[in-house]
C-alpha cells in the first residue's frame, strides 16, 4: 500500500499540489479559530451550588443548609463526589461529575433535586443557587472602579459599588463568553429603616409591626381594564415608594386617639449598605471597588477578553465624569507572553532543524523539501486540533520537537539524495530525465520507506502512555499527546506523498556529484567513529558490562532526583495569601492589607501594584472568611529590571521577610493561576495538603496541630497553613423556654426578631429608574456595637409588652466552629503548604514517615495526602502501567516488522540504555523528575528505536543483497547509515535546545 501511494503521489504532482494548498487553507482557517491559553483548564467538571444565610452559624449552616443539599444530591448518577464548605453565613456545597457528562445536563439534574432541598431548609434561612457556569480558571479579567484624584469626596463606597453593579456589570454581561461578573468590595447601596429601640417603646411598636406595615405599603396592583367604546382604559395603582420621604411617611399603627405612627417617628430612614463580607484594597491607599470577568466555560480565553476589553472602551465612554477603571491582572498578558515563548521555541527549533539538515546532507534543496514539512505538519496539527476541541497552550504547543516530526521525512530524502548524488547511477551526460527521476525517487523512497513508516508509527506508539491519564494529569497531558500524535501523523502522511513528489519535483537531476562541507564533515567523522566501532567489536564484554553499569548507575541516580507533577509556570506575578487571626473583623483584616501593600508598594520597586481581595466576592466562587485576603502584586514582567531580586524564588524570600514586620498576620506566597490549579486539585491553595478525616471537631484540630508541627520541621516545607476549624468568638444566645412560656413568647419571635435588629430583614425594593435597592429593617449602627446592647434588645409579646432579651435568654460570649468542611459526608480538616527548594515527593515522603511514627489516630480518624504529590503519584501509577503496555506494543511491532526475536530484543535494549543521558542531564541540571521530564523521556525512547530500526534493517537489506559475513555488514551498514542515524538524533535532541535554555514565560514547563 506505502509503495502504491509513493509511486501516485511521484506521477501525479498537480494532485499532491492541491491537496498541499487545501491543507495549508484548512490549517490556516483553524489557526485563526484555535481556541489559546497560557495552560490547560484543569477544572474537574462540577456544578457548584452556594446558599447565602447572614444570619446562621457554621453548625447551623452545616445542619440546616448543606446536609440537606448534600443527601437530596446523592442518587444524582454519574456524579464521582460531593464536598461542602460550612461558614458562618455561607454554604458552599461542589458535586464533582464524571468527565463525559454533559455540564447544561449535570446542572438540570442539580436544579431539580435542590426543590427537595428547599422543602427541607427552614424557610428564611436562605435559597440555594447554582454557581455561574465557569471553572476554576475563569477568572480571566479583573479591575478596579476608582474615583479619579479630586472627586473622591463625590464618589465614595457606596457611589463606586452602585456604578459597578449597575454600569460596569450589566455592559459587561452581555459580551459573548462572558459567564457573570463578580463585584468585590465597596458598600452595597440600601434603603436603611434605622430602628430606634427608645421610640420603639414609646409609642409601643414592634419591630415585627414596623415590617409588615413596610411591606404592606410598597407595591403596585393592577384592576384590569373598562370598556368604554371605542377605547379600553387600562386601571393600575401606584403604591411604590420613590425615595427615602415615601417610606418614611408609610402609616405603622394608629394611636387610641386615633393619631397615626409613621415610620419615622420610630425609625431613621436614610441611605445605608449591606453587612459586608468582603473587601478590596489597593497600594495601601484605601478601599477601592472591583469586579472580576467570569469566562463561560469551554469559551476561547483570548477571543472572550479581545471581546471585554473592547466593551471595555465602550463602557468607559459612559462612566460619570470623575470615575475610571484600571484593570491589574489580565490573562491575555500572560496568554501572550506564554504563546510567545512556544512560538519563539518553536521557530527556533525549526531554523536548528533547517540547518542541522542542510550540513548533514549537504544540499539546500533537499533540506528544504524536509524543512517543508514542518508547517505542514504544524498546520495539519491545528487543523485536528481545532476539529477534536484541543487548546493550543504551553503544554499542547510546545511539547512539539520538529525533529521528531521529520524523522521520516530525513529518513526518506537522505536515501534519495544518497542513491542519486552518491555515484550509484551511471547515465549519459550525468542528468537524468523527468521520467528516470521519478523512476529513481520512487526506488528509493519504496526501499526505506518500511524503516521511515515504521520508525513514525513507534514514535506514536511511545506516546500513547499519555492518552491512558485520566483526572487532572489527564487534562493537563492528554491535550499535548494528541498534539504530538496529530503532528506526527501529519508528517507520516507528508513523508509518503508530499516528500517523494517534492523531490522528484525539486531535487536536481545532476548525478554527477562534486565533495562539499558536508561530505568532508561526514569522512572525518567516520574516521572517528570507525575505530571505536572496530574496538567495541572487539571488546564485546567490556561494551556490555559498561552500558550495565551506566544503566544500573543511572537507576541509584534517578532515585536521588526526586518527583514533582509539573514545574510550576513563573506567571510573573504575586498571588498572596494573608490570614489574620481567626475572628478578626473585616475592618482589621482592612487594616493589616492595607499595611501589607503599602510595605510592598514602598519597599519593592518591581511592584506596580498591590490589590488584597478580602473575604468573598458578592458571588462566592472562593468563599474566603473575612479574616482572609488573597494580595494580588503585579511585577515588573521583565526579571532583568528588577533590583531587589534576580529570580522569583529570591524575590518571595525577601518580601516575606519585609511583611514579617506586621504581627498576627502570615504570608503564602504563590502565584494567581498556581493558586487556582492547587484549590482545584486538592480544595487548598497550597501546593500539598494533609487532610484528617473523622467527627469531633476539636479531635480534629488537636491532630491538625500535631500534624503542623511535624511539618515545620522537614525541609522544604513553606508557608504551613492549618485550617482552623474552631475558635470563632459568638454572642450566643441561648432561649430560657420557662421564661419563654411566662411572657407567652415562643422561640420564632425571638430568632426573627433578632435576626432583623442585627442582620437586617428586607421589606421590599425601592427602584430608582431600572436599578433596584433592598428596602432593610435593623438597629442603627450605633445600637449594633457590643454585647450588652443585644442583651437589651426588646421583644414584644402577646400582651403587649416589651421585655429585654436577657429576661427571656442567656447571652453570652462563646468559641465556636469557624468552619466546617466534609467529602462525601465526611468532616475533614486540612493542614496545609508550599514547597520550595526542594522536590514536593521526598517532602510528602519525609512527612508520610513522621506522620506515622509520631500520632496515633483514634479508631475513625485517618489521612490522606493531597495535591500535587497526589496528582504525581496518580500518573506514576497510570504510567506504570500504560508505559509496559505501549512498550510490549513497540515490541510485537519490531517483531512482526523484522520476524526476529534477537534483532527485536536489540532494537529494544536501546529503549533502557537510551535513558542514562537523560538522567544525567536532570542530575546535572539539578532538575527533579515531573511528568514534563518523563515526556522528555518518551520522545526519547522513539528516537532510540527508530535508530535501531533504521540500522538493522539496513543490514537485512546488506544481507539480502549477499553479504554474508555479519562482521563486514556491520562496518559497511555503520558506515553508509551513519549521517541518517546522526541526523534524526540530532535533528530530535537539537529540536529541544530552545525549550531547554529558554528563560521567557512558561519555559519552566517546557525545560525538563
Excluded: C
Aim: no cysteine; hydrophobic share 45%.
Amino acid at each position: 500500500m506505502f509503495d502504491r501511494l509513493i509511486h501516485f503521489s511521484i506521477h501525479n504532482k498537480l494532485i499532491i499540489g492541491i491537496l498541499t494548498l487545501a491543507l495549508i487553507a484548512w490549517g490556516g482557517y483553524s489557526l485563526s479559530r484555535l481556541p489559546i491559553d497560557a495552560v490547560p483548564d484543569i477544572t474537574t467538571n462540577q456544578v457548584v451550588v452556594y446558599t447565602v444565610a447572614p444570619s446562621l452559624a457554621a453548625g447551623d449552616i452545616e445542619r440546616l443548609v448543606s446536609f440537606p443539599i448534600e443527601q437530596s444530591l446523592a442518587t444524582i448518577p454519574d456524579r464521582e463526589e460531593v464536598r461542602s464548605f460550612s461558614r458562618f453565613g455561607l454554604s458552599v456545597v461542589t458535586i464533582v461529575f464524571e468527565d463525559g457528562v454533559d455540564i447544561y445536563w449535570a446542572r438540570q439534574q442539580v436544579a431539580e433535586r435542590l426543590r427537595e432541598a428547599e422543602s427541607q431548609i427552614p424557610e428564611g434561612i436562605g435559597r440555594p443557587e447554582l454557581a455561574p457556569v465557569t471553572t476554576g480558571l475563569g477568572e480571566i479579567y479583573q479591575y478596579l472602579v476608582r474615583a479619579k484624584p479630586g472627586f473622591e469626596k463625590k464618589y465614595g463606597a457606596r457611589e463606586l459599588r452602585t456604578i459597578q453593579d449597575w454600569i460596569v456589570r450589566r455592559q459587561l454581561l452581555g459580551t459573548p463568553g462572558v459567564a457573570d461578573v463578580a463585584s468585590f468590595g465597596g458598600l452595597l447601596k440600601q434603603y436603611e429603616i434605622a430602628l430606634d429601640p427608645t421610640r420603639l417603646r414609646s409609642l409601643n411598636v414592634t419591630i415585627e409591626q414596623v415590617h409588615q406595615a413596610v411591606a404592606a405599603n410598597n407595591q403596585n396592583a393592577g384592576g384590569a381594564y373598562l370598556d368604554q367604546k371605542p377605547t379600553a382604559y387600562f386601571i393600575r395603582t401606584e403604591g411604590l415608594a420613590e425615595n427615602a420621604a415615601d417610606l418614611g411617611n408609610i402609616v405603622v399603627r394608629n394611636t387610641a386617639g386615633g393619631l397615626p405612627v409613621l415610620v419615622r417617628d420610630v425609625a431613621d430612614v436614610r441611605l445605608g449598605s449591606a453587612v459586608r463580607y468582603g473587601a478590596m484594597t489597593r497600594n495601601g491607599e484605601g478601599e477601592v471597588t472591583g469586579g472580576i470577568v467570569l469566562m463561560l466555560k469551554g469559551a476561547n480565553a483570548n477571543d472572550v477578553i479581545k471581546d471585554v476589553k473592547a466593551r471595555m472602551a465602550t463602557v468607559e465612554k459612559s462612566l460619570p465624569e470623575g470615575v475610571a477603571i484600571d484593570v491589574y491582572l489580565d490573562r491575555s498578558e500572560l496568554v501572550g507572553r506564554a504563546i510567545g515563548t512556544v512560538k519563539t521555541n518553536l521557530i527556533e527549533g525549526a531554523l536548528i532543524v533547517l540547518f542541522v539538515l542542510i550540513l548533514f546532507l549537504g544540499n539546500w534543496r533537499a533540506g528544504l523539501v524536509v524543512a517543508s514539512v514542518i508547517p505542514l505538519a504544524m498546520l495539519f496539527a491545528i487543523a485536528m486540533m481545532q476539529l477534536f476541541g484541543v487548546s493550543g497552550n504551553l503544554l499542547s504547543l510546545g511539547a512539539i520537537d520538529f525533529g521528531l516530526v521529520v524523522d521520516g521525512a530525513v529518513i526518506i530524502v537522505e536515501a534519495i539524495v544518497h542513491r542519486l548524488h552518491g555515484g550509484q547511477l551511471q547515465v549519459p551526460g550525468n542528468r537524468l530525465s523527468s521520467e528516470q527521476m521519478n523512476a529513481e525517487t520512487y526506488t528509493a523512497a519504496s526501499k526505506i520507506r518500511s524503516s521511515a513508516a515504521f520508525g513514525e508509527i513507534i514514535i506514536l506508539i511511545v506516546y500513547l502512555p499519555l492518552l491512558a491519564l485520566v483526572g487532572i494529569e489527564g487534562k493537563m497531558f492528554r491535550p499535548m499527546a494528541q498534539t504530538v500524535a496529530f503532528a506526527i501523523i501529519g508528517a507520516f502522511i507528508l513523508s509518503l506523498t508530499y516528500v517523494p513528489m517534492m523531490a522528484a519535483l525539486a531535487l536536481s537531476r545532476n548525478t554527477a556529484h562534486q565533495p562539499n562541507f558536508s561530505d568532508r564533515m561526514m569522512r572525518w567523522l567516520e574516521a572517528r567513529y570507525r575505530p571505536l566501532l572496530e574496538w567495541a567489536l572487539r571488546r564485546k564484554a567490556v561494551v556490555l558490562t559498561s552500558a550495565v553499569a551506566l544503566f544500573g548507575g543511572s537507576l541509584l541516580l534517578f532515585r536521588t532526583l526526586g518527583g514533582e507533577f509539573i514545574p510550576q509556570l513563573s506567571e510573573g506575578d504575586f498571588a498572596v495569601e494573608l490570614r489574620t487571626l481567626t475572628g478578626s473583623s473585616l475592618s482589621y483584616t482592612v487594616d493589616k492589607s492595607l499595611q501589607a501593600g503599602a510595605i510592598l508598594k514602598k519597599q519593592f520597586p518591581e511592584v506596580q501594584e498591590v490589590v488584597a481581595k478580602i473575604g468573598a466576592a458578592e458571588i462566592p466562587t472562593d468563599p474566603m472568611p473575612v479574616e482572609a485576603a488573597d494580595v494580588m502584586v503585579i511585577l515588573e514582567k521583565d526579571p532583568d529590571k528588577w533590583t531587589s531580586a534576580g529570580n522569583r524564588e529570591e524575590l518571595a524570600d525577601k518580601m516575606a521577610a519585609a511583611l514579617s514586620v506586621i504581627p498576627g498576620v502570615t504570608f503564602g506566597f504563590q502565584q494567581p493561576i498556581q493558586m487556582r490549579f492547587n484549590e482545584l486539585i486538592s480544595g487548598a491553595k497550597q501546593d500539598v495538603v494533609l487532610k484528617i478525616y473523622g467527627e469531633d471537631l476539636q479531635q480534629l484540630a488537636s491532630y491538625a496541630e500535631q500534624a503542623a508541627r511535624l511539618v515545620r520541621r522537614v525541609e522544604g516545607a513553606e508557608d504551613v497553613y492549618v485550617e482552623q476549624v474552631t475558635g470563632l468568638p459568638q454572642i450566643v444566645v441561648k432561649l430560657d423556654r420557662n421564661r419563654l412560656a411566662r411572657f407567652g413568647l415562643n422561640a420564632d419571635d425571638v430568632n426573627r426578631t433578632v435576626q432583623t435588629a442585627f442582620a437586617g430583614q428586607s421589606a421590599g425594593l425601592l427602584f430608582e429608574q431600572e436599578r433596584r435597592f433592598d428596602v432593610v429593617l435593623r438597629l442603627a449602627p450605633e445600637l449594633r456595637q457590643n454585647i450588652s446592647q443585644v442583651r437589651q434588645l426588646l421583644i414584644a409579646t402577646p400582651a403587649g409588652e416589651q421585655v429585654p432579651l436577657e429576661q427571656v435568654a442567656t447571652v453570652e460570649l462563646q468559641e465556636g466552629p469557624n468552619q466546617i468542611q466534609r467529602d462525601d459526608a465526611k468532616r475533614r480538616i486540612s493542614v496545609a503548604f508550599n514547597v520550595r527548594g526542594r522536590d514536593v515527593e521526598s517532602v510528602v515522603t519525609e512527612l508520610q514517615g513522621r506522620v506515622e511514627q509520631q500520632i496515633k489516630f483514634a479508631p475513625g480518624y485517618y489521612t490522606t495526602y493531597g495535591g500535587q504529590f497526589e496528582n504525581l503519584r496518580q500518573a506514576t501509577e497510570r504510567l506504570s502501567i500504560a508505559v509496559p503496555v505501549a512498550l510490549g506494543l513497540i515490541f510485537t511491532l519490531l517483531f512482526f516488522t523484522f520476524g526476529s526475536l534477537k534483532q527485536s530484543v536489540l532494537i529494544f535494549t536501546a529503549i533502557p540504555l537510551s535513558a542514562i543521558g537523560g538522567v544525567l542531564a536532570l542530575w546535572l541540571r539539578g532538575m527533579p523528575f515531573s511528568i514534563s521530564a518523563g515526556v522528555g523521556f518518551i520522545a526519547l525512547f522513539g528516537v532510540a528505536v527508530l535508530n535501531g530500526i533504521v540500522l538493522i534493517g539496513y543490514f537485512n537489506q546488506l544481507k539480502d543483497e549477499g553479504r554474508t559475513d555479519l562482521y563486514q555488514r556491520i562496518l559497511e551498514g555503520t558506515q553508509v547509515r551513519l549521517r541518517p542515524v546522526l541526523m534524526t538524533a540530532t535533528v530530535a535532541s537539537l529540536g529541544f535546545l530552545p525549550m531547554a535554555l529558554s528563560q521567557s514565560a512558561g519555559a519552566e514547563v517546557q525545560r525538563p
